[in-house]
């Protein structure tokens, strides 16, 4: 199926882009058009335009309304994805995750180093395939915390404990 999205890709888009290949349609094909552009005057599925079959809804980003559209929001890796995105993506809670100013900063460059949007969606990918294995990380290790907090350590000692880890 084609999709269709504002040209100029940066946060939002880029990881829409990768949830639709990884997760909704393996052999997507995507077209970029200027920001202005009427849906309704396209052919194929809209997302991250003013109007589009799939855009911001309340407060989440598009990508987080993907995510609950298509039913995947049982992953709960993905769900700390969407969150990490739209805090990249929103400009009044960038930075609320620490991860979504690193991201912002990445997507930002892509945008700016690479000016074919084909290609920001390739070199996207694999920062997002990362992204989204620390995510899983990430839920499975509080996952496996038991209830009561971890103590919070003295800068020498986290200093100390990360030397020491391999």
Sequence with gaps: ?????RRNLHVDRTACSWLIRRFVDADATFEF????????TVD??????RGGTFSHQGTKCTFQ???????????EALVELGRIIHDADVPPSRTTRREAAG???LMRGVQLGIPDDHAKIEVAKPIYDALFTYCQAK???????PGNP???LSYRRRLIVHLDDD
Aim: charged share 30%.
């Design 44 to 49: 194929g599925k809209t997302f991250d335009m």
């Design 1 to 5: 199926m084609k999709w269709v999205t």
């Design 150 to 152: 971890r103590p919070k």
């Design 65 to 75: 309304a993907m995510v609950e559209h298509y039913g995947l929001q049982k992953d």
């Design 103 to 105: 991201l912002d900063a």
């Design 139 to 145: 839920v499975a290790a509080v996952a496996s915390e």
């Design 33 to 40: 058009v200027p920001a202005r552009t009427d849906p309704a």
